[in-house]
């Protein structure tokens, strides 16, 4: 699928390495967040479950003291922190469910823009990636270093880890004119 893009060993693995670092470490401030998306489009059987959240930019403006450690992971992308229009990062514990269960499918916000989603860490708790009949049309399992580019316009989620402890990903919105 083409508009669909997944690179692997993207990020240099010291920067990881200082930002898991970081992100694990007691005082890093996460925020609870009770859902990880509203079920907008009514999707049956979906696991929805928290998350933690750590927001960097919202509504365009910078929303974090850490705004660094984005401009770390910049470094190894094609992306202007000037055409970002929200950045997080997202913490997603273990829980039990079954391996095909995901959280609400959605869609992060209704203009047009590209999606940036880099793995922290190697995990389990994939994303999946639906067209427009609620049809899954890929899924992408957390791998350390994986950048996963797609348009803002399809509907996608994440799956918590069963696995592993937890799985960690910046998710980046961005004017789709900086990236090529």
């Known amino acids: 699928m083409n508009d669909v893009l997944i690179y ?5 693995h010291d ?10 470490n007691d005082d890093f401030p996460w925020f609870f967040a009770e859902t990880t998306a509203q079920n907008e489009f009514n999707f049956k059987d979906t696991f929805e479950h928290f998350q933690f959240v750590h927001w960097f930019i919202r509504e365009s403006k910078i929303n974090s003291q850490y705004i660094n450690v984005l401009e770390d992971i910049l470094k190894d992308l094609p992306i202007r922190l000037d055409n970002i229009i929200r950045a997080k990062v997202n913490f997603l514990p273990q829980v039990m469910h079954d391996k095909d269960e995901f959280n609400n ?11 940036c989603i880099v793995y922290l860490n190697d995990s389990d708790g994939d994303t999946f990636i ?6 899954i049309i890929q899924r992408v399992s957390p791998k ?3 950048v996963l580019i797609m348009d803002g316009s399809f509907i996608h989620t994440s799956s918590h880890p069963i696995k592993s402890k937890y799985r960690i990903i910046f998710n980046i919105n961005f004017q789709s004119s900086s990236f090529s």
């Open 105 to 115: 499918p959605h869609i992060d916000m209704y203009q047009k823009h590209k999606i």
């Open 8 to 12: 692997d060993d993207v990020i240099n």
């Open 15 to 24: 920067t990881l390495e200082k930002i898991n670092n970081l992100f694990l």
């Open 144 to 146: 350390k270093g994986r």
């Open 130 to 135: 639906f067209n427009d009949d609620k049809k």
